[in-house]
């Protein structure tokens, strides 16, 4: 998804400016400069294998204070509409255009919960760099080092 907004700043400028978050215009464009690039960068990390565990603390650090303020926007939209909460539908700055906020709300929920799956170090075995490096475990049947017979011991 950082992909998305980094290819098309404006449009992920635009859509930051009206959380009304940040009001200078400097801090503003540094977030929708930086923001999409720091995401594709977790999520090369991610992929590969690297910091697994560092990047998922990074990852909920983004992931809650983003999903609180996009629940707090639909709050104020279905107030402002008289509208039910999961009625409401906008373009929340995630990559995906207009989404229903309760979709959106479970799946950043989902992203939270696989992100402390990854803190708890479940994940290596998915990483891109486990799989191309880990050593391959010895059958046993066969013996690894026969030069040197394993004394038999009664």
Not at 5 to 17: C, D, G, I, Q, T
Not at 65 to 80: C, D, G, H, K, Q
Request: aromatic share 8%; with cysteine.
């Amino acid at each position: 998804m950082g992909l998305s907004k980094a290819l098309h700043p404006v449009e992920f400028l635009k859509l930051v400016r009206e959380y009304d978050m940040v009001s200078g215009p400097l801090l503003l464009n540094s977030i929708a400069g930086a923001l999409p690039w720091f995401e594709v960068y977790c999520g090369i990390l991610l992929v590969l294998g690297v910091a697994v565990r560092g990047t998922g603390v990074v990852v909920i650090s983004m992931l809650v204070p983003f999903t609180l303020v996009v629940i707090r926007r639909a709050m104020s939209i279905a107030t402002t509409k008289g509208i039910a909460f999961c009625a409401v539908k906008f373009d929340c700055g995630c990559g995906n255009g207009e989404v229903l906020i309760c979709g959106k709300v479970l799946e950043n929920s989902g992203l939270i919960l696989l992100s402390l799956w990854l803190l708890a170090g479940y994940g290596k075995q998915l990483c891109v760099r486990y799989n191309l490096f880990r050593k391959q475990e010895a059958s046993p049947q066969t013996d690894p080092n026969p030069a040197h017979p394993v004394p038999v011991t009664d």
